[in-house]
């Protein structure tokens, strides 16, 4: 079954340590997505990539950065300069068409230890 | 993007019909609305989507106002798995302004017995 898959499940991190959070998608979409989500809150928007080798920044990408080397993969490294890392991370995948129906991971738990 | 209002939270009896509104006040002639629910700890997942008319699948049904400023998701039997934070999205279809979706805070819908 094609979807997207995000590892691993749960990530420790001594601070001042860069962690690389990794998304997968089998879904052939042209899109990829990462969110942040602090507890109680909304999704915040980090990184989008539309097509392959090309990215933008997000609402919310100072101290993160990601690659888009390959159409299935978009991994986010998050860098020591991220002040406050730990958070819930998504990712997601749409068609790179006029409506965005979007497919999310299951996400990564990252906590700075 | 047009801005949405939604109640922070609302319950719900398990088997009868659950309501949630959404007020897009602003949105534009070419602005859909979305909805996706977030189960605890997992990836938001999509519901529908419309333009004006009425939509209804599988999940859910989706109830527009003729003009357009807000919107009713519609659970026709609430079970205890719905549970869920619901978010509504107002968003241009252009490819233009890419696929960017923006989630608020929701609404936090608990279905009880």
């Known amino acids: 079954d094609g979807g997207i898959t995000q590892s691993p499940k749960y990530l420790f991190r001594k601070e001042g340590q860069n962690v690389t959070l990794s998304c997968e998608q089998n879904l052939n979409h042209d899109a990829m997505y990462w969110y942040r989500q602090d507890p109680g809150q909304g999704l915040r928007l980090i990184y989008y990539?539309?097509?392959?080798?090309?990215?933008q920044k997000g609402d919310i990408a100072e101290g993160y950065s990601v690659s888009r080397e390959k159409k299935e993969s978009f991994p986010l490294t998050v860098t020591s300069a991220q002040k406050n890392p730990t958070a819930f991370y998504l990712c997601?995948?749409?068609?790179?068409?006029?409506?965005?129906?979007?497919?999310f991971g299951s996400g990564t738990r990252l906590t700075v230890v | 993007d047009a801005k949405t209002t939604q109640p922070p939270s609302m319950d719900c009896a398990e088997g009868r019909a659950a309501n949630l509104p959404c007020n897009h006040s602003?949105?534009?002639?070419?602005?859909?609305v979305y909805w996706y629910r977030q189960i605890h700890s997992q990836g938001p997942q999509y519901i529908i989507h419309g333009l004006k008319n009425n939509e209804t699948n599988e999940m859910a049904s989706l109830i527009i106002t003729e003009d357009r400023k807000s919107s009713t998701l519609i659970l026709p039997h609430a079970t205890l798995r719905d549970t869920a934070v619901y978010y509504c999205?107002?968003?241009?279809?252009?490819?233009?302004?890419?696929?960017?979706?923006?989630f608020g805070g929701g609404t936090r819908v608990l279905v009880k017995p």
């Open positions: 990539s539309q097509i392959v080798n090309d990215f």
């Open positions: 999205i107002v968003r241009v279809a252009i490819k233009a302004a890419g696929n960017k979706l923006t």
């Open positions: 997601a995948s749409s068609f790179r068409t006029e409506l965005p129906g979007y497919t």
């Open positions: 602003t949105i534009s002639g070419n602005e859909y």
